[in-house]
């Protein structure tokens, strides 16, 4: 089946720890999208990455790290410089994100089953 | 700023009643309004706009967008238990990126 895998479904960090949460779709998705999602606040972006190899900042991306080494996968990393890590993470992936006419369609995106980060 | 705004932020209903849910937006270089369903995990997606006037519909949810006014509602017809959720509004611009609103919960009483 195609779809978005996230994994660990539920993490624990101790404090100073840094942990790493895996993403993996086999849809042959070009983008893939981080997002947090706090109660009451909607999902905000983390980072994104359009193509291999290149990925950019989103609005909260102090005290995490992303790499993009392959199509598939896009592992975010929550440092221990982020001091309020415990949300809800997700993430998505598109065919394109391309914003001409003809594109759009491709630009939805399709979201993983989320992790749940806790502190100890 | 870009910024998206849904309200209410809950709702609750009982089995039978008809929801709308609202979605505004002020967003720089507007390219299409998304609408996705959260049941505890994975939001699942409904619906893209990208015109003002036309209705897309599914079954007993349907949607439309204004960008006159710069706004959208869903519309859930005779409701049931299984509609609640969580719902999103988001809209993209021309970066690619998606600016989500704070979400509007639903429920759905027997």
């Known amino acids: 089946d195609g779809g978005i895998t996230q994994s660990p479904k539920y993490l624990f960090r101790k404090e100073g720890q840094n942990v790493t949460l895996s993403c993996e779709q086999n849809l042959n998705h070009d983008a893939m999208y981080w997002y947090r999602q706090d109660p009451g606040q909607g999902l905000r972006l983390i980072y994104y990455s359009q193509i291999v190899n290149d990925f950019q900042k989103g609005d909260i991306a102090e005290g995490y790290s992303v790499s993009r080494e392959k199509k598939e996968s896009f592992p975010l990393t929550v440092t221990s410089a982020q001091k309020n890590p415990t949300a809800f993470y997700l993430c998505?992936?598109?065919?394109?994100?391309?914003?001409?006419?003809?594109?759009?369609?491709?630009?939805?995106?399709?979201f993983g089953a989320g992790t749940r980060l806790s502190v100890l | 700023e870009d910024k998206v705004v849904q309200s209410p932020l809950s709702l609750v209903v009982h089995e039978g009643d008809t929801v709308t849910l609202n979605c505004s937006y002020e967003?720089?270089?507007?390219?299409?309004l998304l609408w996705y369903k959260q049941e505890k995990k994975a939001p699942t997606f409904l619906f893209m706009l990208?015109?003002?006037?036309i209705e897309k519909k599914s079954g007993r949810l349907s949607s439309i967008l204004d960008k006159k006014e710069l706004f959208s509602i869903l519309n859930i017809t005779a409701t049931q238990t299984g509609d609640s959720a969580v719902y999103l509004c988001a809209v993209s611009s021309n970066t690619g990126k998606l600016i989500f609103g704070q979400g509007t919960t639903l429920q759905v009483k027997p």
């Open positions: 967003v720089t270089n507007f390219r299409s």
């Open positions: 998505a992936s598109s065919a394109s994100s391309g914003t001409s006419g003809r594109l759009l369609a491709k630009n939805i995106q399709y």
């Open positions: 990208t015109s003002s006037g």
